[in-house]
């Protein structure tokens, strides 16, 4: 009997234990950090070209050059299924400032400027950044802080200085007078190309005057003609910040009673499809190229940036130098 009572008690206290047991909570956590610790985040979903919205706060339509940027943007944007909002400043920096404050207001995911002066950048790019919409830089850097930027994608305009410095120096071996057509003002390749046609040029040849025709066609003639009637048959080469310029001057040069490519000497920069047929009419010696179809490039870099991933803090573009040689030949083949 009192063996049966001992047994009765064991099997009790078997059971009650079993049912603590079931019923007990999980385990402590064995260190604070792991009460705190949340649960481990789903994986964020990447985003695809189709859900990407894009602001381009384009500069103007002042160029050859630029048409074919605005056009690269456009279909790029068509082709990936980019939602584009895109906006025109006429060469403004006010109207860039403005497209940008009303890209943020508009909540889009990333940003595309082309600065079109380097400096005034750093409030509204700040602005962008607070609302945690990346910039990105194209064909024209700011100087700005690099953490105001994603990336700059876009030339090196200093080598296409130096580029056509070297040309200058191929065709005019003793030296000579030689005048020259400024881009834009305070813009990064009006600065580059002057500085780096420097580094290059021949201590023969004189530079007699420097003005800016702002990269336009209008502008360029309107300034060679006052070279013209300043120093008339005395200059023996120019050299031109962009090919739009380039045109203009052969225009007034022609006006002039002078032979473009032969009495004067012509170096510029872009080699867009006009520049390839002055060169086939022999108005024109050299283009060093200045590549505008950046649209691809942009949204593969924007959609990285939105998605987190790593990119260089410049992307350079890859550009070449066109002689009058086979400029024919290569002239259909132009894109720009
Ligand atoms: O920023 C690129 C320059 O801008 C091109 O050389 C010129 O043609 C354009 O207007």
Not at 33 to 44: D, I, L
Request: proline residues 5%; charged residues 25%; negative net charge.
């Amino acid at each position: 009997m009192k063996g049966s009572k001992v047994l009765l008690v064991v099997v009790i206290l078997a059971t009650l234990a079993a049912l603590v047991g079931c019923a007990a909570p999980t385990a402590a956590p064995a260190t604070s950090e792991e009460a705190a610790a949340p649960a481990a985040p789903a994986e964020q979903a990447k985003k695809t070209y189709k859900d990407l919205v894009v602001g381009y706060a384009q500069l103007g339509a002042e160029s050859e050059w630029r048409t074919a940027n605005t056009a690269s943007v456009q279909q790029a944007a068509e082709e990936l299924g980019v939602t584009l909002k895109f906006s025109d400043a006429q060469q403004k920096q006010e109207n860039q400032i403005k497209a940008i404050r009303s890209f943020i207001a508009q909540g889009v995911d990333v940003i595309g400027v082309p600065p079109v002066v380097t400096t005034g950048w750093e409030t509204v790019f700040q602005e962008a950044k607070d609302a945690g919409i990346p910039i990105i830089l194209v064909d024209r850097r700011a100087d700005v802080p690099e953490d105001l930027y994603a990336t700059y994608l876009g030339s090196d305009f200093v080598e296409e200085g130096r580029k056509a410095g070297n040309e200058m120096n191929k065709l005019l071996p003793e030296g000579g007078k030689i005048v020259e057509l400024v881009g834009t003002v305070g813009s990064a390749p009006a600065t580059d190309r002057f500085s780096g046609f420097r580094e290059t040029m021949n201590p023969n040849i004189e530079i007699i005057d420097s003005q800016s025709g702002d990269f336009t066609r209008a502008k360029g003639k309107e300034v060679m003609e006052a070279f013209l009637k300043k120093y008339g048959a005395e200059i023996t080469a120019l050299y031109a910040h962009n090919d739009d310029m380039a045109l203009g001057a052969i225009q007034a040069i022609e006006e002039f009673g002078l032979k473009p490519g032969t009495d004067i000497k012509i170096v510029s920069i872009d080699a867009v499809r006009g520049a390839f047929q002055a060169m086939v009419d022999g108005k024109l010696n050299v283009t060093v190229e200045c590549n505008p179809l950046l649209g691809p490039q942009f949204y593969d870099l924007a959609l990285k940036v939105v998605n987190g991933e790593e990119v260089p803090k410049w992307v350079p573009s890859e550009e070449s130098v066109y002689y009058p040689d086979n400029a024919a030949e290569i002239l259909p083949t132009r894109q720009y």
